[in-house]
């Protein structure tokens, strides 16, 4: 049994996954001034804020192309494979994973498991990286999506932006949350809720936000931090997301944290700044 690996270009991996032979990685479309580009292909973290900034329109992002879809899973069937796993950023955020739960039952070449992580970057990465190794020790593609299933389970992402607008103007919050961020001057805590991001408390600055962020992935999660693996994730924001990792050590410094930060498609719904404190857990067995 070989079973291919898909995720999107949303994702966070460790370098040592990224050579696979059986990862495949999707790159999601954004549109700038109506010019489009390939997250991860002609557009990159480290360029696009200046884009975002220049821009005269507010950047949109799209599903990639189904019929793209289509070529590249047939492709993989071509290469020897009985399977694909398909693991993709929340629904919360884009419609492109139940567009491939439709798409994977008329697919007769190869059997298709469209996986919905209900997040993205480091969180979505810990999920593909469990599929990459279960896949390598033969591990049945069912026995695989059960595994990540549990493993879903445990995942948590919590979000502090320095500007709501983003979110708003790309429909993936509530109007009524960037409203009371504006009358009262607040850095609102959002988080991750079965896929959606919502508003999750309000607090007076950045920094108290961060602080408090830190407090409930320590304290308030259902992981222990010896179970976990902290994935600190910014929007062209490195310093803060340096101070946020550092100060997370000194409170523990035996625990597993990863700097990453959001790519364009992410960078354009959240904003500039902002920056995130993911959480997955260490290992799929300590929750066998």
Do not use: W
């Amino acid at each position: 049994m070989k079973t291919a690996i898909v995720t999107d270009s949303t994702v966070f991996l460790k370098d040592e996954y990224l050579d696979r032979d059986n990862l495949f990685i999707i790159p999601v479309p954004i549109i700038i001034d109506d010019q489009m580009f390939m997250e991860g292909v002609d557009i990159m973290a480290d360029t696009f804020y200046e884009q975002l900034n220049n821009a005269k329109e507010f950047p949109k992002t799209s599903q990639p192309s189904v019929g793209e879809v289509i070529e590249l899973y047939e492709d993989i069937a071509s290469k020897g494979y009985d399977s694909i796993i398909s693991i993709h950023l929340s629904s919360g955020i884009s419609g492109f994973v139940r567009t491939l739960q439709g798409l994977s039952k008329e697919l007769a070449s190869i059997d298709v498991y469209a996986f919905d992580s209900l997040l993205t970057t480091g969180p979505m990465g810990k999920l593909v990286e469990v599929a990459l190794d279960l896949s390598q020790e033969a591990c049945q593609p069912e026995k695989i999506v059960e595994k990540l299933t549990l493993l879903r389970n445990y995942l948590e992402g919590f979000i502090v932006v320095d500007d709501l607008n983003h979110l708003v103007r790309g429909g993936r919050l509530r109007n009524g949350a960037a409203i009371i961020g504006t009358l009262l001057k607040i850095k609102p805590i959002l988080k991750f809720e079965e896929g959606n991001i919502v508003l999750s408390e309000k607090v007076r600055s950045q920094k108290k936000a961060l602080s408090r962020l830190e407090d409930i992935v320590l304290n308030e999660i259902s992981l222990t931090p010896e179970q976990s693996t902290f994935y600190v994730i910014h929007c062209n924001n490195l310093e803060v997301a340096e101070r946020v990792q550092n100060e997370l050590l000194t409170i523990d410094s035996t625990l597993d944290v990863t700097i990453c930060e959001f790519g364009p498609v992410i960078g354009a719904h959240l904003g500039e700044k902002a920056v995130a404190i993911g959480v997955a857990p260490k290992s799929i067995e300590a929750l066998s």
